[in-house]
């Protein structure tokens, strides 16, 4: 995973980043108000470094996500689809891949499963037998698994909120026609590491080692229990820049992951083209 690079017309795809580019190649603290977070930015920040609580007393959601990744004048678009469960922090996606310059599909969709600590995937190609996974464990990824899969983990994107030092309130909004408030500001990886639940301070903190720049740019959007309904995030990697859209609705939806056996994981060498 994120071994390769590709050339189209000339500019670099800083697959080796991105990870699937290389395939392709409130209710915060005691319970929010309506009026939290239209005051002072104090109480903006407070709001967004509550929603990963808020997340996790609502047990788990379905949940629509994008990445699109920008270098050299290309752009390029991850989409994935699945539902997470934030108690038990695992979750499954089935993630798209986007179509080669010329118009032809290169991979069938790859399946995710994130679990604490690991990335799981399958039909991840690059010489893997289509029946096996392939398991990564996410604190030796150097963005932490934010952006390899191609789907940021939504527990991850919502604890990374831990660490926002800046935030405002930009208004009333509504996200897939449910009311929310948006929140726009700066999350600093260090902290958020500091900040992290067990499950994902390791991979929290690699990627405070990784990325380029320590401060990741939000655009929050929050309902009126404190959950997260949208979250923008983009990222500084490599010679890329990638900005990560995350969608989560269907609160209470069941979720069934199953972890792959050990005899059904790839244990020899991934491809490098």
Known sequence: MGQQRRRTGGAVVAAAAVGLMAVTTGC???????DDGRGTPEEA????????????????SKARTSMEMASGGTRVTIRGQGAYDFG??????????????AGKVEHRPITELMASGALYMKNRGAGVPADKW???????????NLVTGGATDPLA??????????ASYVGETAVAGVPVRHYRGIADLPRAARSASEGQRKALGAAAKGFRKGGVPFDAYVDEEGRLRKLRQRFSVADAEVASTTLLYDFGARVNVRLPA???IFAGKIAEK
Not at 28 to 34: I, N, R
Not at 45 to 60: E, I, K, P, W
């Open 28 to 34: 915060s603290g005691g319970g929010a108000s309506a």
């Open 45 to 60: 920040v407070a709001v967004v470094r509550g929603t990963a609580d808020s997340l996790v007393r609502a047990g788990s």
């Open 88 to 101: 038990r922090q695992v979750g499954r996606f089935l993630v798209v891949l986007p179509k080669d310059p």
């Open 134 to 144: 392939v398991r990564i464990d996410t604190a030796s990824l150097s963005d932490g």
């Open 157 to 166: 994107a919502a604890e990374l909120l831990r660490g926002v030092t800046k």
């Open 262 to 264: 050990s005899e059904d």
